[in-house]
């Protein structure tokens, strides 16, 4: 079974795919006199022309490293975010298309505090807590189509330290 090693999540490494979120160095802003720091419009939000943003809750079981990655997902019209409830950290994976087909998979550890936006399009797999809650907001497309398709990987991957 190929096997995946899990880097560090930054925002320079997760470039090609979407959105590093997280508050990191100084704030843009300093607001509410003076008793909040704002990290300002830190994610291209793309939700097509017939998509507006919903904003859900999702509860997922953690998983246990190494992780075997079985199945990935990506949303043709529109982004996706996932924003951790819990303070700790968790696994993100991503891959390059090729075709429809998903190539060069990449695995992250986001720290605690460190949320994802992924692009239109982007291959990913599903949300990966390593402890409970599990618990997510994640923001992403609302409307008249379909905005998921999924591709079942055979053989698996697995996800290691």
């Keep these: 079974m190929p096997m995946i090693r899990i880097d560090p999540l930054t925002a320079s490494?997760?470039?090609?795919?979407?959105?590093?979120?997280?508050?990191?160095?100084?704030?843009?802003?300093?607001i509410?006199?003076?008793?909040?720091g704002r990290w300002h419009d830190r994610a291209k939000l793309d939700f097509g022309?017939?998509?507006r943003a919903g904003i859900s809750i999702f509860?997922?079981?953690?998983?246990a490293l190494?992780?075997?990655?079985?199945?990935?997902?990506?949303?043709?019209?529109?982004?996706?975010?996932?924003?951790?409830?819990h303070e700790q950290d968790w696994l993100v994976i991503v891959a390059e298309d090729a075709g429809g087909t998903p190539v060069n998979f990449r695995a992250f550890r986001a720290a605690?505090?460190?949320?994802?936006?992924?692009?239109?399009?982007?291959?990913?797999?599903?949300?990966?807590?390593?402890?409970?809650?599990?618990l997510f907001a994640v923001v992403d497309r609302i409307g008249p189509t379909p905005n998921l398709q999924e591709f079942t990987l055979d053989p698996p991957i697995t996800v290691g330290p």
């Design 112 to 134: 605690a505090g460190q949320g994802v936006n992924f692009h239109r399009g982007t291959w990913h797999g599903v949300l990966t807590p390593l402890h409970e809650p599990g």
């Design 13 to 30: 490494a997760f470039a090609p795919f979407g959105d590093v979120l997280e508050a990191a160095g100084g704030p843009d802003r300093i």
């Design 59 to 63: 509860r997922a079981e953690p998983r």
């Design 66 to 85: 190494p992780y075997t990655l079985d199945l990935v997902e990506r949303h043709p019209d529109g982004s996706q975010a996932f924003l951790p409830m």
């Design 32 to 36: 509410n006199r003076g008793f909040c």
């Design 49 to 51: 022309p017939d998509g």
